[in-house]
Every structure is written in C-alpha cells, then in structure tokens.
C-alpha cells in the first residue's frame, strides 16, 4: 500500500525517518526518491554544481593564439593591373582612325626623296636633349626609305632607281626605321677609313619581309 500522509502534528521530515509502527502482522514498505519527490518533498541533499575540469587542451590553445598574435600580418594584395585598352579605343586611333593612312602615290616619293629626307629629324632631337649622355650620329641617309614594303610582291629582279616605290605597302608610312648609329669614337674610325665610307640599303627582289636591310660599309686598319 502506498506510504500515508502523516498526521498534522507530525512534521514530513521526521515522519521519513520515524514513521509510525505498522499494523500488526504488516510492514510499510520503504519509500522511494523518485515518491517522495512526487510527494513535494526533498529527503535528499541538494547536490553540489558540477566542477568543469580544466581541459588539457587549453594551455596548448592558448600558446597558439599567442603565437597567432605575435605573428606579422599577412602582406597585402597588390592592386589588379588597369584593364588594357583594345586597339580601336588607343589614343591615335581616336585621333587618326585605325589603319586610316592611304599611299595613292608611290611614286611621288622618288621625286621628294631629297625634301622626305630633310623631314627626318628625330636623330637630332634625340642627340641634342638634355637627357642624352651619348650623343649618336651616322652617315648622310642616301637611300630610300627602308620600311614598310608589302610582302609578295616584286618578281625576283632587282628593281630599278624609282621601281622601289610599286613594292611599298599602301597602309603604311614609309620611313627610315633600320639605320647605322654610333658614338664620336665609332665615327672617327669611319672618317678614317682607307676606302670611302658606304651606307645604303639592299632592295629585296621579291619582298619577304616589311624591312630592307641596311649596312654601313669601311675599312680599317688593324695594328
């Protein structure tokens, strides 16, 4: 049978541990926790908060984060270089259009080859600046211009004086863009020179590449 109330002049906690005597032939059984509880009352101790045992883990935890913080930062990211330009958005193409040069006249060039010449002064400049430290000089340009000439085209026999005009390119500007240069030292030995001095160019018979050759010919003598 179930544990019964105690009388109210009895307290319920000496009442656990002192319950009154049995009727005769009979036994109380002995009363569980988990009844007890359900009864409102606390036969047991209140038992004490968990103790949180230091992990062993925690010293080398906190050696890493020290070492983390004394570590230099990370460098940064350089920027990204800017976006390149397409061709047809450059600055001379705004200005000239893309490919916009036309020769209508090669052979106009056979007859101002002396005036073109006189229009080549980048040489000059160049020498006469401030920021050249070795001023370079070459030999009078004598020959035509040596650029651009249109691949495939000539029919393998040298051509004349002025047949060097129909192998030019129709897009490009010719010019002289292969030259000799050299410094005072160079061009003394040139002046020197037991034979005259020669400087031209070698046409192409048939044109295998945008550029002639261009050579600088003397002689010197060895001691």
């Known amino acids: 049978p179930p544990f019964p109330h105690p009388p109210p002049s ?4 000496p009442s656990l541990f002192r319950p009154p005597p049995p009727p005769q032939g009979s036994t109380w059984p002995t009363p569980s926790p988990c009844s007890v509880a359900r009864r409102g009352c606390s036969a047991r101790e209140p038992s004490p908060p968990p103790t949180r045992r230091p992990s062993a883990s925690r010293p080398a935890a906190a050696a890493a984060r020290a070492a983390m913080a004394t570590c230099p930062p990370p460098p940064a990211r350089a920027a990204p270089p800017p976006p390149l330009k397409a061709k047809d958005e450059s600055e001379n193409d705004r200005l000239l259009g893309p490919k916009q040069f036309e020769l209508s006249q090669p052979s106009l060039l056979a007859r101002k080859l002396t005036e ?8 000059a400049a160049f020498s006469a600046s401030a920021e050249c430290a ?16 249109r691949e495939g085209k000539g029919d393998g026999t040298p051509p004349d004086e002025a047949g060097w005009c129909d192998l030019l ?11 000799v240069l050299m410094d005072r030292t160079g ?5 020197a020179s037991a034979v005259t001095a020669e400087y031209g160019h070698e046409p192409q018979p048939r044109v ?7 050579y600088l010919a003397f002689s010197v003598e060895s001691r």
């Open 187 to 191: 061009g003394a030995l040139v002046a």
């Open 208 to 214: 295998l590449t945008d550029h002639n050759q261009v």
């Open 116 to 123: 073109l010449r006189g229009s080549d002064r980048e040489l």
């Open 134 to 149: 070795l001023p370079l000089e070459e030999l009078p340009l004598a020959f035509p211009p040596s650029y651009a000439y």
């Open 10 to 13: 009895q307290s319920l906690a």
């Open 169 to 179: 390119a129709s897009k490009r500007c010719p010019a002289w863009c292969d030259r």
